[in-house]
């Protein structure tokens, strides 16, 4: 006869309850993977959606540049003078939709000696800053990015 022999009718024998223990144990298990592979799966749509955002905020940036610099050299009026100016304005159109963007000038006169014409030529060189930002501060689809550049009137 073996040692452990079989409960007499009625009775469960010790072992029976440990299948369960067992099942319960793999479902944990299970779950906690589960839980781990959807927030590995949630941080990277998260990084993938900021990294859009901010080439988003890049290009309008760029778009604001490329403005300014325009309206700087076709139009006296944006930049004028020596005092520092700025125009705010919201995108509209497709994927820029709804950043908005500050351009920033400020002019500095420069005199250049013209050894063709014989005298001084003064120029004008225009700092622009443009700042696209979207989003509220702090907020998780918050983003911004600032670009400058320098253009001038002098002849190339």
Partial sequence: MSRHSEAPPGRTSRQDGFSLVMVIFLIVVLAALAAFAVQIAMAQYQAANVELLEARAQA??????????????????????????????????GALKGFVV????????????????????????????????????????????????????APP
Avoid: M
Wanted: aromatic share 10%.
């Fill in 60 to 93: 309008a940036a760029n778009a604001g540049l490329e403005w300014g610099a325009n309206l700087t050299l076709h139009s006296p009026v944006f930049c004028a003078g020596v005092a520092p100016a700025s125009k705010t304005f919201t995108l509209t159109q």
């Fill in 102 to 153: 500050t351009v920033a000038c400020t002019p500095t006169q420069h005199q250049v000696y013209s050894v063709s014409a014989g005298i001084l030529q003064t120029y004008t060189v225009f700092a622009l800053a443009s700042t696209a930002s979207s989003g509220t501060y702090g907020g998780p689809d918050y983003v911004a990015r600032t670009v400058t550049r320098n253009v001038t009137d």
